[in-house]
């Protein structure tokens, strides 16, 4: 009998090891992840979380009618919208080359101590259909997003 519940104590072991390494590796993962790890919000939520200046996330919503401002150089600036609330997008790039007034728009950036938002990447839909699904699920919520027709604002 002994042989045995040698046994089991082995394999009870060798399975807490097992699982305590595994443990170990997903918190080594999310550790590492951390800091790539992009949350996403439309302009309404944003002002509803306590996000601090220079916390990394996606803006998401629809670019507000009459907002684009060109600057010099690549410089451009927009209001981004769900229609609850707004929030200012400055970007220096080049834009997509469906991004426009009225249409679906995801950002990627920081906010700065002002409160606006400013991106280092912004993503146009692709086509008249087509919006990120957390956008379109999101704005669906708020009654502005209808499936497979343009959004009006």
Known sequence: MTSRTTRKQKRAALIL???ALLGIAAGLVLYALKDTIVF?????????KNVQAGQRFR???LVEIG???KG???????DVTDTIKTITVSYQGQLPDLFREGQGVVAEGKLDAS????ADTVLAKHDETYMPKDVADRLKEKGVWKEGKEASP
């Open 115 to 118: 409160g606006n938002f400013i």
């Open 72 to 78: 010099g150089g690549m410089a451009v600036r927009f």
């Open 17 to 19: 090891a097992g699982l």
């Open 59 to 61: 803006l998401g919503g």
């Open 40 to 48: 996403f919000y439309t302009p309404s939520e944003l002002a509803e």
């Open 67 to 69: 907002s684009i401002v």
